[in-house]
């Protein structure tokens, strides 16, 4: 199975829900081009739902690690939503749990967005 997104709009948040698995080759580029799609739309506050990512490979975190620079470098704010234990845990072992913000609810994830400055 690879990746798809699809993005919608809550409050001035883009949210980009992933379903698949974040791995070397097409899914990183889709989800790298998605995120510039999004930048260039002029949308600097984005909420990644990975409720529905069952795997994510060393690229897939490059990726991930990647696409949070390229989010602040326009001043723009990247966050995660709805780990699933497997991702969440590998989080904790590579330490990027200390990169992103990781939100378990929608409302509180868009609502963050606002409470830390307001929408950009």
Known sequence: MSLSVKTRQSNG???L???GRITLGEPTGLLRD???TVLAEGHKD???NLGQVSYIDSAG????V???????NAGGRLKLMQLQKKISDLMQITKLH????????????????AAAGGAS
């Open 46 to 48: 984005i909420l990644l």
């Open 61 to 64: 975190l490059g990726e991930l």
């Open 13 to 15: 948040v883009s949210i």
């Open 98 to 113: 200390t990169v992103f913000e990781v939100i378990d609810d929608e409302a509180k994830a868009v609502s963050s967005f």
């Open 34 to 36: 998605t995120v510039k």
């Open 17 to 19: 829900d992933l379903d």
């Open 66 to 72: 990647g696409c949070n620079s390229t989010v602040r």
